[in-house]
């Protein structure tokens, strides 16, 4: 049911956030400004440490201001401590990691099932745990069982299921202004506790989404494999563009004035990675398969095949540049992070298509304004810059593979001054081709025909 509830009372609660990584360490802050009082549980020692000085191990724009603010209220502190924060809390939010399993597509649980065996046993009063990490559906009915078996106190211990909407790059906006807040309860009373303590956050007057367990948690993952689906749809006319000469460009932004469609997440190019997209995909078709019911999720097999193409695409591409073979070319890589605004490389198309043409014994060298720590200690065998245009020295080709919006701003004529050859693949669909194309350079993008005619 979706209720207009911006008249809900707020009520400031005690509130534990276990897990603070991207998600946690952002709700854990959010909340502090919202004018609760929030103790942010962690295993990482370092990490508590770097966030008790409003520090982020990673980067998010906006987050260490939030931590800033956060902590000058006095209401937001940091543990390692189970026990402290078994006893802090009224309402926990679990907000740990579930990776890709190591040995197969389902998601690695873990740490969730890690999280709540150690806080059961030390949850003595009634209080709400209210999950937040992305899981296969039926997690939270297990969880429920868990915590309830575990706590001296049983089934006073309740759960709810909260999923989470952010993206990387707008973790903040995304988590105060959220586009809905979505909760799975078992009973009315556990979404009334909910509403009271988001009010601050609903008074903007965003749908307020009540279901049960099971459909809070696959509401977040049928989301992420529509946006995965919607990027591969786009990606896949791409390939018939290829075929036919068309433009991707030019028919998404076509399709997109159908409000019915829109325009959002038609970018094609070199197509969807990151820490979230790919392995919640993987993860839902395998938990459909233990359902019995993997037909239904069969066409997301080819929503991945269709996005891991546009990597072998790309390295295609930069191959008929150079002539037909990368051996011993020098190549610039601009952009390293899975997307622009993130220092995150976890399933980078980019450090991919980078990794392939080292591999095939091209001369690569990467660029990227945040990722460059993370992309070094991950591929030590690529080469890596701090700025783009000694990326770009004396390349036989340049690839733009994350579109920051740095690299938009590179000079077509300057660049051309001190490359070895004026040729460039915009993978991402962002650049002024025209631009490159008056500036002399030989310009090929994904999905669209060569812009050089
Ligand atoms: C994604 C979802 O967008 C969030 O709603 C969700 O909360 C999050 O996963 C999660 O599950 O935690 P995120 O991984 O931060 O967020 O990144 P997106 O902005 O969705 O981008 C994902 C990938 O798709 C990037 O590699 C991006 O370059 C690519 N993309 C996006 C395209 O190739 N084309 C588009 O049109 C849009």
Partial sequence: MTHDIAAAEFAP??????????????????????????LGFDIDTDKIALLEKAETPFYEPGLESLLTEALATGRLRFTTSYAETAAFGDVHFLCVGTPQSAESNAADLSYVDGAIETLAPLLTRPCLVVGKSTVPVGTAERIRDTLAELSPVGAAVRLAWNPEFLREGFAVTDTLTPDRLVVGVDAQGDADELAALYQPVLIHGMPWVVTDLATAQLVKSAANAFLATKISFINAMAELCEATGADVVALADAIGHDVRIGRKFLQAGLGFGGGCLPKDLRGFMARAEELGVDQALHFLRDVDDINMRRRRRAVEVTTQLLGGSVTGAHIAVLGAAFKPDSDDIRDSPALDVATILHERGAKVRVHDPKALGNARRSRPALSFVDDPIDACRDSDVVLHLTEWKVYRELDPVDLGKIVAHKRILDARNALDSAAYVRAGWDVRALGRPNVNR
């Fill in 13 to 38: 609660r005690r509130i534990t956030v276990i897990g603070c990584g991207y998600l946690g360490a952002v709700h854990a802050a959010a909340m502090a400004t919202l004018g609760h009082d929030v």
